[in-house]
């Protein structure tokens, strides 16, 4: 049995699907970086109204659970705080090989400066397990 790899989990502001939306699509992913800056005048806690992750997976089959945690960290590395960002199933069609997948969230909680984590997990047997992350800085502008 082949084990199911995430070849990319990459964070964007916009993703889209180029037409025709289809089985096996182009996406192009909009407003991708690992920083996030926020307006001088922001109050914390703020939210990133739309945040995009997309994902490629390798070896899928049947249909999975996953889980996307949002973690940040305090300076010495140490998590500081986990926001559940939402709960998501994909189905792999039958001999499919890859597949890519863009998952949305809505109006994600950012509690504060400094660095986060976003963390894709799959259900499996009772537990999450990490099978992917995408790092980002948040900053505020003079």
Known sequence: MSRLVVQHWIACLESQAVPPVGVN?????LGVGHVFAFAADVEFPAVIPELNMFARFVNGTGVMQF???LVWFRPSGRVRSVE?????????RTGEF???VSFR????PIAGVGEYAVR???HRRGRLRVLANEYFSVEQQP
């Open 25 to 29: 699509n182009l996406y192009n992913l």
């Open 67 to 69: 889980e996307a945690e």
């Open 84 to 92: 559940n960002l939402g709960f998501n199933q994909v189905t792999f």
């Open 98 to 100: 890859r597949r890519d």
């Open 105 to 108: 969230y809505w109006n994600v």
């Open 120 to 122: 894709l997990c799959r």
